[in-house]
């Protein structure tokens, strides 16, 4: 599948900046453009999912399935808020 480039980002950079970054993409045989954003895509993507995704210690974990299956008692006003709700929309 094919996608139109039609977007564009631009970056200011000092020239030790530029001049470093056209060496590195020159090494590699690309454009200084197509090296950029092949970088910039991929440290994305892993930034994007270090953020959306929960890591746990194995005893968080331990911790979390523990209580996932011997929940505590409720009580307060979490209590009082599940009622009211059983109350007005039924169990389900």
């Known amino acids: 599948m ?6 564009r980002l631009d970056l200011r950079v000092t020239p030790e900046q530029k001049e470093l970054l056209e060496r590195a993409a020159r090494l590699k045989g690309v454009s200084l453009s197509s090296y950029t954003l092949f970088h910039l895509i991929r440290i994305a ?3 994007i999912e270090q953020e959306e995704r929960l890591i746990l210690s194995n005893q968080d974990r331990d ?12 009580k ?16 389900e």
């Open 2 to 7: 094919s996608h139109s480039k039609s977007s």
């Open 45 to 47: 993507k892993k930034e």
């Open 63 to 74: 911790l979390l399935l523990s209580t996932l299956e011997n929940p505590p008692p409720l």
């Open 76 to 91: 307060g006003k979490l209590k009082e808020a599940i009622q009211k709700y059983k109350a007005k929309y039924g169990d």
